[in-house]
C-alpha cells in the first residue's frame, strides 16, 4: 500500500481528540492515520515500525 498524496475522506467515532505537536518537515494528510513516535513523541503519518504507536486519524492536514 503507497502513502497518501492527498487528503482522504475518512469514517470515524466520537471520541476523544488530542492535537500532538508534529515532526519537523513532516506532512499529515487529513483522513490519515497518526502515530506517535515514542522515541521523539511527535505525531507522524502511519506507518509499520516498532517504535509507533497508533494515536488514530488526522481530521485536517498537518504540515
Same mark, same amino acid.
Given at each position: 500500500?503507497?502513502?497518501?498524496?492527498? +487528503?482522504? &475522506? @475518512?469514517?470515524?467515532?466520537?471520541? &476523544?481528540? %488530542?492535537? =500532538? =505537536?508534529? !515532526?519537523?518537515?513532516? $506532512? %499529515?494528510? /487529513? /483522513?490519515? %492515520?497518526?502515530? %506517535? &513516535?515514542?522515541? @521523539? /513523541?511527535? !505525531?507522524? =503519518? /502511519?506507518?509499520?515500525?516498532?517504535?509507533? $504507536?497508533? !494515536?488514530?486519524?488526522?481530521? +485536517?492536514? !498537518? +504540515?
Amino acid at each position: 500500500m503507497t502513502a497518501l498524496t492527498q +487528503d482522504r &475522506n @475518512t469514517l470515524r467515532r466520537d471520541g &476523544n481528540q %488530542i492535537e =500532538p =505537536p508534529v !515532526a519537523a518537515a513532516t $506532512k %499529515i494528510f /487529513g /483522513g490519515s %492515520i497518526v502515530c %506517535i &513516535n515514542t522515541a @521523539t /513523541g511527535y !505525531a507522524v =503519518p /502511519g506507518s509499520t515500525s516498532t517504535t509507533l $504507536k497508533a !494515536a488514530g486519524v488526522a481530521e +485536517d492536514r !498537518a +504540515d
